[in-house]
């Protein structure tokens, strides 16, 4: 079983539309993926009817929930979400909102820096999805002043940019309970580049957390052995994902490069149908 719990479409940063991810997914072989587009559901519907053409395929309906700690962020998975929460369909249009918000304060710092960059050309780079600081690193790129979208982040946009502007983001407890409250699995993504991962594990598994991202993009083996002890320690199911988001331009591992193992697959869908157990004997 090839799964990987990783992706973006264009309803958020990624430049592929959801029907296409799927379509890419089947190509390369998977069996089971999760559409995680950046605080909005607006990409799994269409790739659930996407793969309804291909019944070999599995797609889990996912958030990729961006939260705040000191000096940076911390991202939280949820798999098997209910996208049709109310609750959580306010709280991300909030944090949609937050991210248009910053972007025009980020072109506002940019023009006084001398890079001058459209607000209507960042939204139509977001192709009516959430505008994410990759649309203002990609209309920088095309105008010329910088060299690579990266080049952006690291001399920008980045936390210590001098464009850099925070924005409303929830903390990693309350991006755990939301997904909790919308009868989500809540996984920690990308945990390698925690700085305090080993305080933040416990609270997140207090309130929940049932998983952390181990095979990640192109983690070394040493940091995958890391991880694999801190999910042994707090028996969390370890997952695995590349982050795709078809960039193009050579920094992405491609789709299917970073798998979730069969047997941790295996205890998602588990976790998944239990709860589905739970809420039909409540109704």
Request: a negative charge.
């Amino acid at each position: 079983m090839k799964a990987d719990l990783h992706l973006h479409t264009t309803a958020s940063d990624g430049r592929l539309e959801p029907k296409d991810i799927v379509s890419l997914a089947v190509k390369v072989g998977l069996d089971v993926i999760a559409i995680t587009d950046h605080d909005i559901i607006d990409g799994i519907t269409p790739a659930l009817a996407a793969a309804e053409a291909f019944p070999s395929l599995m797609v889990i309906p996912g958030v990729e929930i961006n939260t705040d700690v000191p000096h940076g962020e911390v991202h939280v998975l949820g798999y098997f979400i209910d996208y049709t929460d109310r609750k959580l369909a306010i709280t991300l249009q909030r944090l949609r909102d937050s991210r248009q918000e910053r972007a025009q304060q980020m072109i506002a710092k940019l023009s006084k820096l001398g890079m001058n960059i459209k607000w209507q050309r960042v939204r139509e780079l977001a192709q009516g999805g959430s505008v994410c600081r990759p649309h203002v690193a990609q209309a920088l790129f095309e105008k010329g002043y910088v060299g690579s979208e990266k080049e952006a982040f690291d001399k920008y946009i980045g936390h210590d940019g001098p464009a850099y502007v925070e924005r409303y983001k929830l903390l990693p407890v309350e991006a755990v309970k939301l997904i909790i409250d919308a009868q989500g699995l809540p996984v920690l993504a990308h945990p390698a580049d925690i700085s305090d991962l080993n305080e933040l594990v416990p609270k997140l598994k207090a309130v929940g957390l049932i998983g952390i991202e181990v095979y990640y993009r192109d983690y070394s083996s040493d940091v995958i052995a890391g991880l694999l002890k801190i999910a042994k320690q707090h028996d969390l199911i370890p997952t695995g994902g590349t982050d795709y988001h078809a960039f193009g331009d050579g920094s992405e591992v491609m789709i299917g490069g970073a798998l979730t193992p069969a047997q941790s697959v295996e205890k998602l869908l588990a976790l998944a149908d239990k709860h589905s157990l739970e809420l039909l004997k409540q109704h």
